[in-house]
């Protein structure tokens, strides 16, 4: 397992995640964007959309891009937890990366909004009703049900072994289905990654980073994770 390329190919592939996911998330909602008043459609297009361009530039390292998805990994045997620490700082990294590139584009349309929850909302998620118990609960469970499919079809592998194509979908069926109370982070790097590029950027009148709420989008995901990896060898049939 050569460590190096897996780390640079989760840079990469994490990166190219958060840019477009992140990306479409500012199409939609900063108020001079062409896209702006979208819905939460494309939103969940774009986001499948980005995971398929994100496997397809990450097959070298399994394409994780996701730490709940290698806890459950390594929680499988499929990686070390040596191979853990660098699938998780690889993953962290590529998503400060993305959402800087993000507010590059969209440097002048964050300059005219007024608003700093739509600011916020481009680099990390929110509940839209906050009760951080149930919110946490949403995000179990959407995570699981990921993770869990992720597994069922690549007979416990990762991502890259079932295909960019069939990722992208479980990712748009998640958000149409389970994505209206949180905004279905179901990945820890995808939020705290973005959530702290939020921070440190100069965002003209950004207002909050909602760090009271951060830690939901990390430990549910990473709960639910864990959790399909335990119960997958009772509950699927994978092969010996």
Do not use: C
């Amino acid at each position: 397992m050569d460590l190096g390329l897996i780390f640079l190919s989760e840079v990469v592939g994490t990166a190219m995640l958060i840019l477009l996911g992140g990306g479409v998330v500012a199409n939609v909602a900063l108020t001079k964007s062409k896209g702006f008043n979208g819905g939460t459609l494309m939103v969940n297009f774009g986001w499948g959309l980005a995971v398929f361009a994100a496997v397809t530039v990450s097959y070298s390292s399994g394409a994780a891009l996701n730490p709940a998805v290698s806890l459950a990994q390594l929680i499988l045997g499929n990686i070390d937890f040596v191979a853990f620490l660098v699938y998780l700082a690889a993953q962290m990294i590529g998503a400060v990366i993305g959402a800087v590139l993000v507010w590059l584009v969209y440097k002048n349309h964050f300059d005219e909004e007024p608003d700093p929850a739509a600011k916020l909302g481009v680099f990390s998620t929110g509940p839209a009703i906050r009760n951080y118990g149930w919110n946490l609960v949403t995000e179990i469970i959407a995570t699981f049900a990921f993770v869990f499919v992720v597994i069922g079809f690549t007979n416990g592998g990762t991502p890259a072994e079932l295909g960019a194509i069939p990722v992208a979908f479980l990712v748009i069926a998640i958000g149409a289905s389970l994505g209206g109370p949180t905004g279905y982070a179901i990945n820890p790097a995808r939020d705290l990654g973005p959530r702290i590029a939020h921070a440190f950027l100069p965002i003209k009148g950004k207002g909050s980073s909602d760090w009271s709420y951060a830690w939901v989008p990390v430990v549910g995901p990473l709960v639910g994770g864990a959790l399909a990896a335990v119960v997958s060898g009772a509950l699927l049939p994978l092969a010996a």
